[in-house]
């Protein structure tokens, strides 16, 4: 969601998403897996009449906040509210549901337009970056198993087809996430679940320093750090 990165990490994917659907004056738009309301906001920005649905009581409370133009309830991006509306927005959403295919069927039946954003490979985002430095700490990572990650084009492309839809654009969207000193790099990263592991294990202070080391080349002339992720935004019809 937004905090998946700093602050306004998300503009330029939002921006792709909003143009890409057609999303003007008088837009109706469903954000299912709205999060905190960031993108519903960009749409209602952009004069879109904006609903959301999250399964996530807080994030529902914090969108309705930062949209009160907007209508959100707590609900399953598996079963969506009726509709119709012009477009179905699943921002950063289909890596966290049971069943993906289910929640783009379930958008291709409500929404004119569909658009889904998805995280890049792996090794197309330095966020990897993280992982890496605090490795020694962690668990070992699952082998890989089963079908590929939604990360992968043609496993998103894929079932967005399965789901009765005809894909009209698929873009990649670069989203560098700043950070204007090493505190604003390193502080959110303890506060996550990885990094208060490996705190516990190895100590704050160990945990700073294999970060800094291993960001060294994404450092900036001016002191902070910069991180080049890629994202990628699919839009499609029902066919
Ligand atoms: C990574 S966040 C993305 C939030 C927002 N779309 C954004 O881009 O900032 C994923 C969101 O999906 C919500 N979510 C996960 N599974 C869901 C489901 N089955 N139905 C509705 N929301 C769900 C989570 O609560 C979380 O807010």
């Known amino acids: 969601m937004a905090d998946e990165g700093p602050r306004g990490w998300g503009a330029p994917l939002y921006a792709r998403v909003l143009e890409a659907a057609q999303v003007g004056t008088g837009t109706s738009v469903l954000d299912i897996g709205c999060g905190s309301g960031v993108f519903a906001r960009a749409a209602a920005d952009r004069g879109a009449l904006v609903s959301g649905v999250d399964s996530d009581p807080s994030a529902v409370a914090a969108a309705a906040a930062a949209v009160p133009e907007g209508t959100f309830r707590v609900g399953d991006a598996h079963d969506p509210p009726a509709g119709p509306f012009d477009v179905v927005a699943a921002v950063q959403l289909l890596a966290h549901v049971t069943n993906p295919l289910v929640v783009l069927r379930g958008a291709a039946r409500v ?30 990572r699952p082998q890989p198993g089963g079908p590929p990650p939604i990360t992968e084009p043609a496993r998103l492309r894929r079932l967005v087809e399965l789901a009765g839809l005809r894909v009209d654009s698929f873009d990649e969207v670069p ?33 700073r320093e294999a970060v800094l080391r291993r960001l060294a080349g994404n450092r900036t002339p001016e002191g902070g750090y910069r991180l080049h992720n890629l994202f990628r935004v699919l839009v499609a019809r029902p066919v």
């Not at 337009?113 to 197309?124: D, Y």
């Not at 506060?191 to 160990?206: D, E, F, K, T, Y």
Request: net charge negative.
């Open 175 to 207: 989203c560098p996430f700043d950070y204007p000193d090493e505190d604003a790099l390193v502080g959110p990263l303890l506060a996550s679940g990885m990094g208060r592991h490996a705190a516990n294990r190895a100590g704050p202070g160990a945990v």
């Open 111 to 140: 929404g004119g337009v569909v658009a889904v954003t998805a995280w890049g490979r792996e090794q197309e985002c330095d966020v990897r970056l993280f992982g890496d430095a605090l490795a020694r700490w962690l668990p070992p």
